[in-house]
């Protein structure tokens, strides 16, 4: 028999007590006072660096203030052109501006505005909930409502109105299908130039508005309506107090472009010879052949006009995002006091 070989043993080598062990190196004084890197190891506190002594620097945007500068020279050269070509003319322009013809023509351009917009948002309105409700019958009726003066130009909607005697020579009312008549008038009488801008002006703007208030209504979530059913809260309240106001915030912005457009559509009822602002400034200029003047006069009309509506939208809209926001918007009066605000801290700063 073979002897095994014996097995070596490796044995650690030991270290003295009082051997000399390498040195820990030095703590960087950044790194340990910077509270964004941790502590070698994962141990011990951390520190927050003191940012007091650190100036306060406004943020430059160079190409901003360039685009401004551009912006700025081309507004100059507007305004400088406007004012100093003799061809606008604007000695005329204030002489016509507050004329007492002028002015009542704005005067039945605002009447036709408030009647028929008031008007067309309520029957839209009511178109709207026909569309939206289970009937078949009633959703063919606004469907198809819909249709036909959205498809129609509204000019040719005015001709029709006020054409209305050639079809219809007389206006009855009575018991249907009989020869019975309460109340009989001729079509020429009832149908009048104001009242044909009337009817063609409310029935464009219903059309249009019934789509704005039914997308409006379908942007509420259905299931707040669930939940308040839930609840018990009757249908009427649902509608008023939850899908209402909310569906208002997607309503308000159409619907007050559609308003703004209704004033400057008012502008096309001079086919039927109506004395509203255009019609009224045309009736001028044809007399003096001051047109480019007398244009300016009710383009400007038309500007101050919008202007008063955007102002109100802000505010209505403002409004009505309370419950969509922690915070109302600020608005442009506390926009510019804070603009100047942080401006003057920010130049007492840099002093």
């Known amino acids: 028999m073979s002897a095994a070989a014996p097995r070596s043993e490796t044995r650690p080598e030991t270290i003295a007590p009082d051997a000399a062990l390498p040195p820990a190196p030095a703590p960087d004084p950044d790194a340990a006072g910077s509270a964004d890197t941790p502590p070698s190891g994962g141990a ?6 003191d940012y007091s002594g650190y100036p306060v620097v406004a943020a430059r945007h160079p190409w901003r203030w360039a685009g ?15 004012l100093t070509n003799p061809r606008w003319e604007w000695d005329v322009v204030a002489q016509w501006f507050t004329a007492e013809s002028v002015l009542r023509g704005l005067g039945e351009t ?4 408030a009647i028929a917009g008031t008007l067309g948002f309520i029957l839209g309105f009511i178109l709207a909930l026909m569309r939206l409700s289970s009937s078949p019958l009633l959703v063919s009726v606004s469907w198809t409502f819909s249709w036909i003066f959205r498809s129609a130009p ?8 006020y054409n209305l005697g050639y079809l219809y020579e007389k206006v009855s009312l009575g018991i249907p299908f009989t020869d019975v008549r ?12 104001f009242a044909a801008a009337i009817l063609g002006l409310t029935l464009n703007q219903a059309a249009y508005s019934s789509e704005i208030i039914r997308g409006g209504i379908l942007a509420v979530d259905q299931g707040q309506l ?13 509608s008023t107090r939850i899908v209402l106001p909310q569906a208002m915030r997607s309503i308000l912005p159409t619907a007050f472009n559609e308003i703004i457009g209704l004033v400057k559509g008012t502008s096309i009822v001079y086919v039927l010879a109506y004395s509203e602002l255009f ?3 045309q009736v001028i200029y044809n007399r003096t052949q001051q047109v480019l003047p007398l244009l300016l006069v009710a383009t400007v009309w038309y500007v101050v006009i919008t202007s008063v509506l955007s102002v109100f939208q802000y505010y209505i809209e403002r409004h ?7 915070t109302l918007p600020p608005t442009p009066l506390q926009r510019v006091r804070r603009f100047f605000s942080t401006h003057a801290k920010t130049s007492e700063v840099a002093r």
Request: hydrophobic share 55%; glycine share 4%.
């Open 226 to 238: 669930e939940a308040a059913a839930a609840l018990g809260i009757p249908a009427w309240r649902r």
């Open 68 to 82: 401004t500068a551009l912006v700025a020279l081309f507004v100059a050269a507007v305004l400088w052109s406007l």
């Open 44 to 49: 011990g506190p951390r520190t927050a660096h």
């Open 279 to 281: 019609y009224t400034v």
């Open 154 to 161: 509204l000019l040719v909607q005015l001709l029709l109105w």
């Open 182 to 193: 309460f109340f009989e008038v001729q079509t020429t009488t009832l149908i009048s130039q």
């Open 320 to 326: 009505y995002s309370k419950g969509a926001v922690r």
């Open 110 to 113: 605002l009447k036709l505005t």
